[in-house]
């Protein structure tokens, strides 16, 4: 296997860390051990393996003994966590219109994911962004595929009423500024 092989997964393992994370500094620290590891280990991979779930798999080990380390550890305060990081590529195609809805659409849906619990949010990335089967979420996760299922199930209803509930929000708030509007004119 060449290391070409790997980097073509370099995008896919930092999202999946940025949900675990939420921290763009973190994230990059993990996906970048994880290929520190999976460098040294690959020798060891059997030539048949799905090199995408291996890299996630180790990706997500590292992530949990980290998380392990810091619940033993003094916690320290970061003072400045709120970066950006919902930068999109801009198709030169695409209406600017189209653009700033598709974008919008977007944030909500990152939004919304966050909101979720861990269980959940993990899920949903492994499954729908990175498009892993039930049986590779399953054995990342340790747990039968009919779990991965139904989490996926519970997570999806989860998300969509998220979604749901953040537009109607999003229409009142509009309908009332409407009013609003009318009465001051």
């Not at 269980?119 to 009919?146: D, K, N, T, V």
Request: hydrophobic fraction near 40%; aromatic fraction near 8%; glycine fraction near 2%.
């Amino acid at each position: 296997m060449r290391h070409t092989t790997l980097s073509c997964y370099i995008d896919g393992l930092f999202g999946y860390a940025m949900v675990l994370t939420r921290n763009p500094a973190e994230a990059a620290d993990l996906v970048q051990e994880t290929y520190v590891r999976a460098l040294k280990a690959m020798l060891s991979l059997r030539p048949s393996s799905n090199v995408k779930s291996w890299l996630f798999t180790i990706l997500r080990n590292i992530w949990l003994n980290q998380l392990r380390h810091k619940r033993s550890a003094p916690q320290i305060v970061e003072l400045d966590a709120h970066e950006s990081i919902a930068d999109v590529a801009i198709e030169p195609s695409k209406d600017p219109h189209a653009q700033y809805v598709s974008k919008v659409e977007q944030e909500k849906v990152r939004n919304a994911i966050q909101q979720l619990p861990e269980e959940f949010r993990e899920i949903i990335i492994l499954r729908e962004y990175e498009e892993l089967s039930y049986q590779e979420i399953a054995a990342m996760l340790r747990c039968p595929a009919g779990t991965v299922m139904s989490r996926l199930g519970r997570a999806r209803s989860r998300l969509r009423a998220l979604l749901s509930a953040n537009e109607q929000s999003f229409q009142g708030n509009e309908r009332w500024k409407a009013k609003r509007y009318s009465q001051e004119t």
